[in-house]
Nanobody, 121 residues
């Protein structure tokens, strides 16, 4: 099986920074897109940022210019550098990845367990 384990969440003051990490482990042949989502209380889960295996990225409008997604393919790890954090960034952040277990098997989508990010005003 495949596991995605996030780390790096916590409590930070507005204007501060945090760096989230998500490491994928298990029987992994390759990983296509990786992404970060977030879900605030009472709201739907939303895409924050995504990155392809080739390094192409896209971001939610609300985080453009403040957040940067990156990945280390050798480590099967994706990162989210979050700067200039705002109280409205408070949410549980989830890692997501399309993982291929074999060249003969179509990719499956996996989720991490989530990490809490709280931004105080």
């Amino acid at each position: 099986q495949v596991q995605l384990v996030e780390s790096g969440g916590g409590l930070v003051q507005a204007g501060g920074s945090l760096r989230l990490s998500c490491a994928a482990s298990g029987r992994i042949f390759s990983i296509n897109a990786m992404a970060w989502y977030r879900q605030a209380p009472g709201k739907q889960r939303e895409l924050v940022a995504a990155i392809t295996s080739g390094g192409s990225t896209n971001y939610a409008d609300s985080v453009k210019g403040r957040f940067t997604i990156s990945r280390d393919n050798a480590k099967n790890t994706v990162y989210l550098q979050m700067n200039s954090l705002k109280p409205e960034d408070t949410a549980v952040y989830y890692c997501n990845a399309d993982v291929r277990l074999s060249i003969y098997i179509t990719p499956h989508n996996y989720w991490g367990q989530g990490t809490q990010v709280t931004v105080s005003s």
